[in-house]
């Protein structure tokens, strides 16, 4: 061991400095045994100053448990994955719970790969995340599993999501609060789940104070600067615009203002996401929908932890999106 | 066990389906002792047929190694530590090394308590990444660490920085070779390292074609919008500006393009990151330094696992960035 540095102090070095035997060193600081409390005080010092730490493998071993959970992601950019990873490691951690990183690249060999080094780890559950809402075929392991923004095809597996349709439709009821009557929505592919319940959302939410039939293009600011033109074509007197997406919602802000006409006054606009880069550095800053994904993520883990103690809460869970409103709808 | 769901197969199970004692399926698939090839294939067939995965921690334990590895990362919005995760991760995984995640959240006493947690489980190594280039207080731990991104403050410990003096070098070089001869730099925060090293980088490389000091204001597309305005009443006719970061870029451009300034005709623009979304995104997408993330997190596995193996490299090394060019000084 001396090539990888400076060893670590080892409970033998630990009982020599103390002054007793190991297996006293052992019970000491397990707080077993039968010791005076001078023995055991005279052990703990000793720890201490050799920096000496406990080998927490062989409590795993000995509990049959590795307290450490695996997560999965297909999501490399990270845009959704990330908040949802920090959030469970956020909750993992408070239990001393440790979490291992696998990026499948959305490769299925590459998860095939990962799944069996995590059960071979014998890590306590496994969480599954990706960068889309389209359910997805579920994982075949021995072990605890919880879905995350990505739901299980199988129902009876443990997902949880965002309620996209309850974020929809919180932007519809606050652009109907302000008095806005001519409502248009711009969105990301139709072959796009999240873009489906959006937009299915908005129409429901919208009803007779919908423009037109919902837009659908790609997630990006370019669509929404061309959808501008479309839209203004067709429907002139439209005074507001729901979006998919806070990049869509950033170029919607960008032409209308290129074209003379004023957000919130003349159009209010809404995004979807919170994507603070997107929301805050758009012109107005955009009112929108958070999706909480920390939050998602510390709830996932929550689930896990309750699946590893034997109480798994089966099904799918949705869980309230936050509106948070700017100057794009409320003007300065 | 019950209560975790179906109970993964044991070795025992395997002895029974094959019909031999434990220790011979044991030796069986360990490749060890002295076997008729036709035993040994009967335990494989009905190891493969009751999905039986050998725990890998007996053999972590008994080769003194954990086959995991610790990441401290400060940076929960994760610009910059994703990329180095996902390229250590996956230099990580092709040795079978798993990494487990620790987020900080910039927090010191969150950092100690990982640290005691990570050497508890007997981690191989650690790597340790942030979102600034500031030098940082090395951590205290008796295994090897490599620091990647926030470099450390003991020249004695094994960093890997991007090479920032070179990036913004390689984007006024280019500029020069265009035939730009009236550069200004607009960049963030004096007090940040990384603004510093690039505008001092800038200075030297523009030599007499550097137009006024560096400006330097907030990572913000709005400082990059309202620097244009300062800089063409001193510096009219300014004919490129090298800036700090791919945000302030796209403020600049913005901004040149609403006053009726051509880009890159009239004016020449450059980025720093190659963030896509404001890369791309931006009006033309922007000529810009491509910090090569990933690789550095690549580069960053590959120096740990030496320092695991036994042979440290000791010192700084700063890896090439990737200047990438696009319309913002090529034209269409």
New interface residues.
């Given amino acids: ?1 001396a ?6 102090p080892r409970i033998t070095d630990v009982a020599a400095l103390a002054g007793v035997s190991t297996s006293t060193a052992s019970k000491a600081l397990n707080d077993t045994g039968q010791l005076r409390e001078e023995t055991r005080e005279r052990v703990r010092r000793a720890a201490e100053q050799l ?1 000496f ?5 062989g409590r ?2 000995s509990s ?1 448990r ?1 307290f ?1 959970v695996g ?1 999965i992601t297909t999501d ?1 950019s ?1 845009r959704f994955s ?1 908040p949802i ?2 959030g469970a ?2 909750a993992l ?1 408070a239990g ?1 719970m ?6 499948t690249r959305d490769d299925p060999l590459r998860e095939q ?2 799944l ?2 995590l ?4 890590v306590d559950g496994i969480i599954v995340t990706g960068r889309r809402t389209e359910p997805r075929a579920p994982i075949d392991v ?3 599993v919880v879905y995350a923004f990505s739901p299980s095809t199988d129902p009876s597996d443990t997902s949880v999501i965002a309620d996209d349709h309850g974020g929809a439709a919180s932007t519809v009821r606050h652009l109907l609060s302000l008095g806005r009557r001519r409502i248009a929505h711009i969105s990301g592919p139709v072959s796009h789940h999240s873009a489906q319940t959006r937009a299915a959302a908005t129409v429901e939410a919208a009803a007779g104070a919908l423009v037109g039939e919902p837009m659908h293009g790609e997630w ?3 669509w929404g600067r061309h959808a501008v033109d479309v839209l203004l074509r067709t429907s002139p007197d439209v005074d507001a615009i729901s979006c998919g997406s806070d ?1 869509i919602a950033r170029g919607v802000c960008d032409r209308l203002r290129e074209l003379g006409r004023s957000v919130p006054d003349d159009i209010a606009v809404t995004g979807y996401d919170n994507w603070s ?2 929301a805050l ?1 758009s012109r107005p800053p955009l009112t929108t929908v958070d999706l909480e994904l920390e939050e998602l993520g510390r709830r996932t883990a929550n689930l896990l932890l309750d ?4 109480s ?1 809460h089966r099904g799918l869970m949705e869980l309230p999106t936050r509106l948070v409103t700017r100057e794009s709808t409320l003007g300065t």
């Fill in positions: 061991m090539s990888r540095g400076p060893s670590l920096g730490t406990p080998d927490s493998r795993a071993l049959g590795s450490t997560l490399s990270g990330i990873m920090l490691e956020d951690s001393e440790g979490l291992l990183l696998c990026d790969h990962y069996r080094s059960v071979s780890r014998r021995p072990i605890p990006s600011e370019r990049q880069v997107m550095a699946a590893i103690a034997g798994p």
